[in-house]
């Protein structure tokens, strides 16, 4: 099992910036790639960004390239997302997740992942 705790979020306003962590527990950390996943009201819960197990390789939705940037401390068993230039589009309950990706590099926005947080709530007002 590995428990997963995300925190960070909060209300900014547009084109703000705030970093969110999430702190793993469990099982060993450098073992698994992570992913940052949101789901605005109404919505589906949406890919957002994954990062390998060594952080060596970065994958991101269209929608936050070039604002958002995962990444990742194995020593604190820790994943953050810093995100800037936030917009309104950007309000979200965001989840971190956790699967399983010792030794590979491969990211996919469709990979399944078996272990998830509980949501931290980003509001970016206009």
């Known amino acids: 099992q590995v428990q997963l705790v995300e925190s960070g979020g909060g209300l900014v306003q547009a084109g703000d910036s705030l970093r969110l962590s999430c702190a793993a527990s469990?099982?060993?950390?450098?073992?698994?790639?992570m992913g940052w996943f949101r789901q605005a009201p109404g919505e589906e819960r949406e890919f957002v960004a994954a990062?390998?197990?060594?952080?060596?390789?970065?994958d991101y939705a269209d929608s936050v390239k070039g604002r958002f940037t995962i990444s990742r401390d194995n020593a604190k068993s820790t994943v953050y997302l810093q995100m800037n230039s936030l917009k309104p589009e950007d309000t979200a309950v965001y989840y971190c997740?956790?699967?399983?990706?010792?030794?590979?590099?491969?990211?996919?926005?469709?990979?399944?992942?078996?272990?998830w947080g509980q949501g931290t709530q980003v509001t970016v007002s206009s």
């Open positions: 997740a956790a699967r399983p990706g010792y030794g590979t590099s491969w990211l996919h926005p469709n990979d399944p992942y078996d272990y």
């Open positions: 469990g099982r060993t950390f450098s073992n698994y790639a």
């Open positions: 990062i390998s197990y060594n952080g060596g390789s970065t």
